[in-house]
């Protein structure tokens, strides 16, 4: 198992900064894809961004140049950097965990969220 505490969430004005914070605890971290998903209210959650086990990073067309996604597998941590919020970004943001040890399994773990609130 793969525990994950999500921090850093909070509400902040347009054009404004946070960063997010992803603690794991209960496994190996270094093995994991880890990766940062948002959801609204009435909405699908979303991938945000990701970085692979090999610190390779993906990011949605939304929010690149504006978040930065890295890991620090020292400290069993995984941030996020958010600049330049918009309104848009309000919601739920969730840490995650996953893997694929072989070629028929997938697992998947999720932090409890932490809310990102960007208002004027």
């Known amino acids: 198992q793969v525990q994950l505490v999500e921090s850093g969430g909070g509400l902040v004005q347009p054009g404004g900064s946070l960063k997010l914070s992803c603690a794991a605890s209960?496994?190996?971290?270094?093995?994991?894809?880890m990766g940062w998903y948002r959801q609204a209210p009435g909405n699908q959650r979303e991938l945000v961004a990701a970085?692979?086990?090999?610190?390779?990073?993906t990011y949605a067309d939304s929010v690149k140049g504006r978040f930065t996604i890295s890991r620090d597998n020292a400290k069993n941590t995984m941030y996020l950097q958010m600049n330049s919020l918009k309104l848009e970004d309000t919601a739920v943001y969730y840490c995650?965990?996953?893997?694929?040890?072989?070629?028929?399994?997938?697992?998947?773990?999720w932090g409890q969220g932490t809310q990102v609130t960007v208002s004027s």
């Open positions: 209960g496994s190996i971290f270094s093995l994991y894809d």
């Open positions: 970085v692979t086990s090999g610190g390779m990073t």
């Open positions: 995650n965990a996953n893997r694929r040890p072989v070629l028929d399994r997938r697992y998947d773990y």
